[in-house]
Structure formats: C-alpha cells, structure tokens
C-alpha cells in the first residue's frame, strides 16, 4: 500500500479458491509512523466446513397419518456463531484481533438430505434447522464420536470449529409429530 497516512492499522489477507473455498490470514496491527513498513507476512489458512444429513422421520401416530410430509429443500440448515465466546486466553489480553465475522451460513439440503456448509471462521456455533412443515421438529444432532465414545450431542452442546477443520458425518433428525400451543394474551 502506498501514501498511508501515520496511524494503527489492521491488516488481513483473504483468498478465494476457484472451488468457492475461502482462505484468511489472522489479522494483524500495524503502525505507521514517520517510515515504510516492510517485512509483514500474513499466512492465509482454510476455513472450516461441516457436511452431514437431514433424515425425516415420519409418525406412526394416528393425529400423523394425514399430513402432508416435507420434502428435504423445505428445510434449512443454519449454523449461527456464539458471539458471546471468550476463551481463557483472549480474558487477559486489552484487545483481541478476531478473523473477519461472515453471516451465519444458510444451507437447504438436497434431494437426498445431504447438505454441507463452507466457510466457517474459528468459533464456537449452534445449529439451527427449519422446516416448513408445521407439524415437524428437530428431535436431534448428532456427531458420531470415535470408536466406543458416545455421539455428541449438537442440539444440545456448541461445536467448535477451528481453520480448516472438515467436520463430516452430522446427523440431523427431523420427525414428524410436534405439538402445538394456543390461547390468549389478556390484558
């Protein structure tokens, strides 16, 4: 960059695949004061994916038996980022320097249910799934866990994601059989 002005700057590279994959670099500070600044290296990793599959499960219940089912691209698969995080490290530190926050990652799943969301800086999510059919819900999550460990519940608990992480494998169930509540507001 030419004719910066003296002053603190933050610096970051971000690199775009022909695959549609992104690559960012941790963000730097930067202060110009009275000379040229040379010599900065920004070293640009991948961001995380999560790839998995949305399986209905349809009822048996009689209250079931006439509604109409849902088809997979009615549904849609969000991951959103805990903006609350602070790990033990950052607590301590004046100011932390974060990688650029992208919009929560919205996906439909396809004909077959498989969905997978690209993307995704260094964080903590949650899922979130939708479902047009009013008479369906999320029942679970699941990460399968390594061999003789338990499935992790991501309905339930945050996934932490790091750059380049490949997290594959994610179960989504959606079943049909929600219940509903009315009434009034009285004022």
């Known amino acids: ?23 960012v ?22 961001l995380a994916s999560v790839a998995g599959v949305v399986l209905l499960e349809k009822s048996t219940a009689a ?26 490290q950052e607590a301590g530190k004046k100011q932390q320097l974060e990688l650029p ?3 929560s990652p919205r996906v439909s799943p396809d004909s077959a249910g498989r969905f997978q969301l690209r993307n995704l800086a260094d964080g903590q999510y949650e ?11 999320l029942r679970s999550v699941r990460l399968p866990g390594p061999k003789d ?14 750059s380049g992480d490949r997290v594959t494998g994610l179960k989504v169930v959606i079943t049909e059989g929600a219940a509903s509540i009315s009434g009034q507001v009285e004022l």
């Open 101 to 103: 926050y992208y919009d």
């Open 127 to 137: 899922f979130n799934i939708w479902t047009i059919g009013k008479n369906w819900y």
């Open 63 to 88: 209250e079931c038996k006439e509604q109409r089912s849902v088809l997979f691209e009615e549904s849609l698969v969000s991951l959103e980022r805990n903006k609350k995080q602070v790990s033990k």
């Open 25 to 46: 670099s941790e963000p730097k500070r930067i202060t110009v004061k009275d000379a040229d600044v040379s010599g900065i290296e920004l070293i640009v990793k991948p």
């Open 149 to 162: 460990a338990p499935a992790n519940d991501l309905a339930r608990n945050l996934l932490t994601l790091k």
């Open 1 to 23: 960059f030419q004719g910066m002005a003296d002053g603190d700057y933050l610096l970051s590279a971000e690199y775009a695949s022909d695959a549609g994959e992104k690559f």
